[in-house]
């Protein structure tokens, strides 16, 4: 089975422009999340969608904003690009937007390989 | 609110001795905790998971973690590194009613001497 895909794999656009990402998750899985992460940082969570609903929401500026589609594949907006925005865009995607209780056996996350995304 | 402190930016080992990358965590709710592992260029890769079952979790490639609720810490250990395992190392937690909102630690550089 394919894993979480995304594209484009990397993308140069100027100061001042917009970018549109985009994911696919795993079949089956209902959920998917967006990550920032800069250089030599660690992923900033962004944006959370579950069955097509916004479900979480990190500190980012309203420049940045995501969707769900009915086949579960989503898509990140980013507008007025800044230097700052360039990073790689992690998606990822689960079952369920919530854990699954005491089990133990959790909602396991997988995460895409990113798109790097750098603004000039 | 929750966060993870990693420890150290980077921790240098010979290869065949072990690894210690240590973090500690803050949070409001029962955590869960992740450690995750990225190679150049590559995604995420999940290393192992603490849900609130066994407080020694193992993980794959050899590594383990212990979850220690009163020192706050979920140190990621390995009895002897490869140099496949080189590295950088994101220790995660997150609220146990949305593992989705995970917030990530700085993250360790390992590297591996041969």
């Known amino acids: 089975d394919a894993g979480v895909t995304q594209s484009p794999t990397h993308l140069i656009k100027t100061r001042g422009q917009q970018v549109t990402l985009r994911c696919s998750p795993i079949s089956g899985h209902k959920s998917v999340s967006w990550y920032q992460q800069v250089l030599g940082q660690g992923p900033q969570f962004i944006f959370q969608y579950y069955e097509k609903e916004e479900r979480g929401r990190g500190n980012f500026p309203d420049r940045f904003s995501a969707r769900q589609f009915p086949n579960y594949s989503s898509e990140l907006n980013v507008n007025a690009l800044l230097l700052g925005d360039s990073a790689l865009y992690l998606c990822?995607?689960?079952?369920?937007?919530?854990?699954?209780?005491?089990?133990?056996?959790?909602?396991?996350?997988?995460f895409g390989e990113g798109s790097w995304l750098t603004v000039v | 609110a929750q966060s993870v402190t990693q420890l150290d930016s980077h921790v240098s080992v010979s290869e065949g001795t072990p690894v210690l990358l240590r973090c500690n965590y803050s949070s409001s709710y029962s955590p869960s905790l992740f450690w995750y592992v990225q190679h150049p260029n590559k995604g995420l890769q999940l290393l192992l998971k603490?849900?609130?079952?066994?407080?020694l979790v193992k993980g794959i490639n050899g590594f383990e973690a212990e979850f220690k609720k009163s020192e706050t810490s979920f140190h990621l250990t390995k009895p002897s590194a490869h140099m496949s395992d080189a590295a950088e190392y994101f220790c995660v937690v997150t609220p146990r009613s949305n593992n989705n909102d995970m917030r990530f630690g700085a993250g360790t550089r390992l590297t591996v001497k041969p």
């Open positions: 990822a995607s689960s079952l369920s937007d919530r854990d699954r209780g005491l089990s133990g056996s959790g909602n396991t996350i997988y």
């Open positions: 603490y849900t609130s079952a066994a407080t």
